[in-house]
């Protein structure tokens, strides 16, 4: 999408019937205080009662559908729930102790005849390897995007009110999907929504490699090109945490007011860093801009304002939060159709394809001779799938 035709479609996105009116989010807590007590609003008095309530009707729900399914009694329904408890399936050794078992290292003893393990325990050799699967030690790391850390912990008891923020992505069928969402609270800066997106243009290398890709790759492009914006409700939120930092809203203000756009004449600038989350003026369901590198846009919006509750993450510093990121899909090389690429090729005379993925062994194998000189005609490019980062 083009920031020319993200200027057009305002106007036709302004009619859409989840789009909320303006709200100021440094004056929804005062707003709860004129309907609610103030101990109402902690998190611990945000109780989940009427989701349990939801919940048990949901089981009964289902569970008179089971009846009428199997036509059995109540009370077969209640004995085989009992039977086929998941804790059923515990062994007899202690869950500690399973905890910190290893079956990378060797099976248990006893289980050397079971395939399940045999497979598992050729499944851990693989990752340790270095194949990498979308599986993480650490759930609750990947939910929340906390790190484990030796720091005390500062748990929220006050009210507090976070905001959830949700980054889109276009697919190959150029329909957007929640890419990530982040939960932040209204008194950070604006600038650390950032922190927490992870975008394939910051990380490539500029450098074709082709001629000696043994080249160190240390330089990306994220520390070549350190502009950015975000650009909400007609202001232009500038990131200069850098001296190389540029004004990038400039030649695109120029550009809007050129060709009398709705609304170009009153565009403003601002600093991202100076700017908090509570001091925007917003509407939920809005499609909002971020671009960076000279042209990679991502349309994010707001979409929701409420109280922190007992379920929310309840360490301060560990927020901005991620409570959602999309699953991706890796690229596997194509020769050994087994490890994750790192080189992406063009016009490759090897290859039938363009472009072609390769892993690392399998691009200097194909490409290079036994002592490093290039084979045949090709541009080679270092490349990074986000898929990694499941």
Same mark, same amino acid.
């Given at each position: 999408?083009?920031? *020319? ?61 089971? &009846?009428?399914?199997?036509? &059995?009694?109540?009370?077969?329904? #209640?004995?085989? *729930? ?5 804790? $059923? ?12 078992? #290893? ?5 248990? +003893? ?6 399940? !393990? ?7 050799? $693989?990752?340790? !390897?270095?194949? @990498? ?29 976070? @905001?959830? @923020? ?6 190959? +069928? ?59 409700? *007609? ?72 109280? !922190? ?6 360490? !301060?510093?560990?927020?901005? @939060? =991620? ?16 490890? =994750? ?6 016009? #490759? ?14 691009? +200097? ?5 036994? #002592? *490093?000189? $290039? $084979? ?11 898929? &990694?980062?499941?």
């Amino acid at each position: 999408m083009s920031i *020319g035709k993200y200027f057009t479609n305002l106007e036709e996105n302004s009619i859409r019937t989840n789009i909320s009116d303006f709200v100021h989010i440094g004056s929804f807590y005062e707003a709860c205080r004129e309907i609610f007590d103030e101990e109402d609003l902690l998190p611990n008095n945000i109780a989940t009662e009427n989701a349990n309530e939801d919940a048990e009707k949901r089981e009964a729900l289902i569970k008179s559908e089971i &009846v009428q399914l199997m036509e &059995v009694e109540d009370t077969t329904i #209640d004995e085989l *729930g009992t039977v086929c408890n998941p804790d $059923k399936l515990m062994s007899g050794k202690l869950p500690d102790e399973m905890a910190h078992f #290893d079956l990378a290292k060797s099976l248990p +003893k006893g289980g050397e005849h079971l395939m399940c !393990l045999g497979f598992r325990r050729a499944e851990k050799m $693989k990752r340790t !390897l270095g194949v @990498v699967s979308s599986y993480h030690k650490n759930r609750f790391d990947i939910k929340h995007g906390a790190k484990t850390t030796d720091k005390d912990i500062d748990i929220l008891d006050q009210p507090q009110v976070v @905001v959830s @923020v949700a980054f889109l992505e276009k697919n190959v +069928k150029f329909i957007c999907k929640v890419d990530r969402e982040i939960l932040v609270l209204p008194e950070q800066a604006l600038s650390i929504l950032l922190d927490r997106l992870v975008c394939v243009s910051d990380l490539q290398v500029p450098n074709e490699c082709s001629e000696n890709p043994d080249l160190p790759q240390d330089t990306r492009f994220e520390s070549l090109f350190k502009s950015s914006f975000l650009f909400i409700e *007609g202001t232009f939120y500038n990131d200069f945490s850098d001296p190389l930092c540029t004004d990038l809203s400039q030649p695109i203000i120029k550009w809007a007011q050129e060709r009398n756009l709705e609304g170009s004449e009153s565009f403003k600038t601002a600093n991202m860093d100076k700017v908090t989350i509570a001091d925007l003026n917003v509407r939920l369901g809005y499609p909002y801009l971020y671009q960076h590198q000279g042209d990679c846009e991502h349309v994010f919006m707001f979409t929701d304002i409420r109280l !922190l509750h007992n379920e929310d993450c309840q360490d !301060l510093n560990a927020y901005p @939060v =991620v409570i959602y990121k999309r699953v991706r899909y890796m690229n596997i090389c194509q020769i050994c159709n087994e490890r =994750v690429s790192r080189w992406i090729t063009k016009e #490759d005379t090897h290859i039938t394809s363009d472009p072609g993925f390769f892993c690392e062994r399998c691009f +200097k194998m194909l490409h290079y001779d036994k #002592d *490093g000189q $290039k $084979k045949g005609k090709f541009l080679a490019y270092p490349y990074m799938d986000l898929g &990694v980062y499941n």
